[in-house]
């Protein structure tokens, strides 16, 4: 059975923002209160004052619409990524909608720039998309715009760093720190739980429809979140990544493939091919380790760890936990 990670998560936040007097759009209720405001933001092109408590809020960044509704505000628009779900809502974002159905202002490769100002938005998230200093000008002429986060050297996920810049944007501060609170915890309750993935090498792979094999390194979202689980990347793969989230593998070091364990991201077609490919198959790790294939298509777990967000993690953890454990690798 799957661990109902999210709909806890999404219970204990509802019940925040009903304390909190917020309501969808980001209209503040009667307990909002008014003296965070103006809140200044730094970024990745300067920084953004927010004059007021925003209450139209139009989501830019790929992934952005998951860090408002989990704050319990509702966007006005969206932009569609992947998927090709209604109003960019996946799995994991629906069960926040409450049947709302934002506008689309753009997809992977463009903005709406007059769509979004249509929208009459007072705050613009554009934290997960390499949105370009032009596109921050022409969309800063609109509304405020919070920008890709600055580099961290906390450490922290980030998905937890968008979380809380988005709480001090949207004046929800403790919501957003209760909401990384509750997910940063159900790691550590995995970790407690599931001791035999501490310190277990594992190597995250995927393999593309014409046979190409891409290994995860420790810099890449989808490494750390196997990594807040307990498991441990090896050495060889940190070194052949280099500054790199990922390299493509070779077929000549497939002979160097070693760990306890290997997790393939795939689709159905995909691990159908990577059982049967002889570079796989006479991989150290097939022999020795013990696989693991996280799917992309029912349920998207692939998807969710690539879009890395406060709500994806957990919808994550949820599918992910049942097939990583309690087993352990071949000694």
């Not at 619409?65 to 992947?82: F, I, K, N, S, Y």
């Not at 995927?206 to 196997?226: M, V």
Request: charged share 20%; hydrophobic share 40%; aromatic share 6%.
């Amino acid at each position: 059975m799957r661990r109902p990670a999210l709909s806890v998560v999404l219970v204990v936040l509802s019940i925040l923002l009903a304390a909190c007097g917020g309501t969808g759009g980001g209209k503040p209720g009667p307990g909002a209160g008014k003296g965070a405001f103006p809140v200044t933001i730094e970024h990745r092109y300067g920084t953004t004052v927010v004059p007021r408590r925003p209450t139209r809020v139009v989501t830019v960044g790929l992934t952005d619409q998951d860090v408002a509704v989990v704050l319990g505000v509702t966007p006005l628009g969206v932009r569609q990524w992947l998927g090709g779900y209604p109003s960019a809502a996946w799995p994991w974002t629906q069960p926040t909608l409450n049947d709302a159905e934002p506008a689309i202002v753009g997809d992977a490769a463009r903005i709406d720039l007059e769509q979004v100002s249509r929208l009459r938005p007072d705050l613009i998230l554009a934290m997960s998309s390499d949105i370009t200093r032009a596109q921050y000008r022409e969309l800063s002429k609109i509304a405020p715009v919070v920008a890709q986060p600055l580099p961290t050297t906390t450490g922290a996920p980030e998905w937890a760093t968008r979380t809380r810049l988005a709480g001090r944007a949207l004046g929800r501060k403790p919501m957003a720190n209760a909401a990384i609170t509750a997910a940063k915890h159900d790691f550590i309750v995995i970790r407690d739980k599931q001791p035999q993935f501490a310190g277990q090498t594992m190597v995250l792979a995927s393999r593309d429809d014409i046979g190409r094999i891409t290994i995860y390194g420790p810099r890449d979202q989808r490494t750390q979140f196997l990594a807040s689980m307990g498991f441990k990347t090896p050495p060889w793969v940190a070194e052949q990544a280099g500054g790199a989230s990922s390299f493509t593998l070779r077929p000549s070091d497939a002979a160097t493939v070693s760990a306890q364990r290997i997790t393939w991201i795939a689709t159905g077609t995909q691990e159908r091919a990577i059982k049967v490919d002889p570079t796989v198959i006479h991989m150290p790790v097939t022999i020795t380790g013990r696989t693991t294939f996280l799917p992309v298509d029912g349920p998207p777990v692939g998807d969710a760890l690539r879009f890395n967000t406060i709500l994806s993690v957990r919808y994550a953890v949820d599918w992910a936990l049942p097939l990583l454990g309690p087993g352990k690798p071949k000694s």
